[in-house]
C-alpha cells in the first residue's frame, strides 16, 4: 500500500520569504501523480499544483514549485514570496494511475501548517 | 464555471440516527469522490463514483455508502450515526481518472 508522510507538523515563514515543505512517500508503482493541496481556514481544498512521475521536468506553478526526485521518493513544495494568503494547511497527495486494477483515489500525508508573519 | 457544490454545509445529528450528504459535481465531471477529514485520523477516501457506477471503495464499514445519479449528482449516506463519524465530509470531483480532483467546501457534521 501506498503511504505519505510529511514530517513537518508546523512551518513558519516571514512574508515575502521563501519556504519549503517536505513530502516523502512510498510506493512500488512507477506510474502516479502527486500533488499538494491548501486548505485555508475555510476549509475548502484548493489544489496548488500537480506532477506527474514520468515527468522529470519539475512543476511550477506562478511562485509555488516542486522539487521531485523520484529515486529518493521525495517530493518538496517551495513558495516563493510568501504572502499573507499563502497562511493554510498543505497536504500533499499519492495517486496512482489508475489503471490495471490500481486504485484512483488520493492518499494524503497528515499536512503541515504553515503560518506566514508579517 | 460553478465549482462543486455540498449541502448542507453544517449539520447536527444524534447517535443512532442517519444522515444524507449531497455533493453536485462541476458540470461535465463524471467522477465524484468522498473524503472523510478528522484530526485524528486526517483525510482519509471512503468511495468513488463514476457514471453512476462505485468504482473503488475504502476502508469504511458498511453503515457508510454512497450513490450517483445520471447528472453525476452524488449522495453519500451514513446510517446508525456514532460519535466517531464526527468530521469534515469532502467531496471531490473530475473528469475522471488522470485527471485533477476539485474539491468541494464540505460539510460539517457533528454527531452528539
Known amino acids: 500500500a501506498q503511504t505519505v508522510t510529511q514530517s513537518q507538523p508546523e512551518m513558519s515563514v516571514q512574508e515575502a520569504e521563501t519556504v519549503t515543505l517536505s513530502c516523502t512517500y512510498d510506493t512500488s508503482e512507477s506510474d502516479y501523480y502527486l500533488f499538494w493541496y491548501k486548505q485555508p481556514p475555510s476549509r475548502q481544498m484548493i489544489l496548488v499544483i500537480r506532477?506527474?512521475?514520468?515527468?522529470?521536468q519539475n512543476a511550477t506553478e506562478n511562485r509555488f514549485s516542486v522539487n521531485f526526485q523520484k529515486a529518493a521518493k521525495s517530493f518538496s513544495l517551495k513558495i516563493s514570496d510568501s504572502q499573507l494568503g499563502d497562511a493554510a494547511m498543505y497536504f500533499c497527495a499519492y495517486r496512482s494511475v489508475g489503471y490495471g486494477g490500481s486504485q484512483g483515489n488520493l492518499i494524503f500525508g497528515k499536512g503541515t501548517k504553515l503560518s506566514v508573519k508579517p | 464555471k460553478a465549482g462543486v457544490t455540498q449541502t448542507p454545509r453544517y449539520l447536527i445529528k444524534t447517535r443512532g440516527q442517519q444522515v444524507t450528504l449531497s455533493c453536485s459535481p462541476i458540470?461535465?465531471?463524471?467522477?465524484v469522490s468522498w473524503y472523510q477529514q478528522t484530526p485524528g485520523q486526517g483525510l482519509q477516501f471512503l468511495f468513488e463514483?463514476?457514471?453512476?457506477?462505485?468504482?473503488n471503495k475504502g476502508n469504511f464499514p458498511g453503515r457508510f455508502s454512497g450513490r450517483q445519479f445520471s447528472n453525476s449528482r452524488s449522495e453519500m449516506n451514513v446510517s446508525t450515526l456514532e460519535l466517531g463519524d464526527s468530521a469534515l465530509y469532502l467531496c471531490?470531483?473530475?473528469?475522471?481518472?488522470?485527471?485533477?480532483?476539485?474539491f468541494g467546501p464540505g460539510t460539517r457534521l457533528t454527531v452528539t
Open positions: 471531490a470531483s473530475s473528469r475522471g481518472r488522470g485527471y485533477e480532483q476539485y
Open positions: 506532477q506527474e512521475a514520468y515527468k522529470q
Open positions: 463514483y463514476f457514471s453512476e457506477t462505485q468504482r
Open positions: 458540470s461535465g465531471h463524471r467522477s
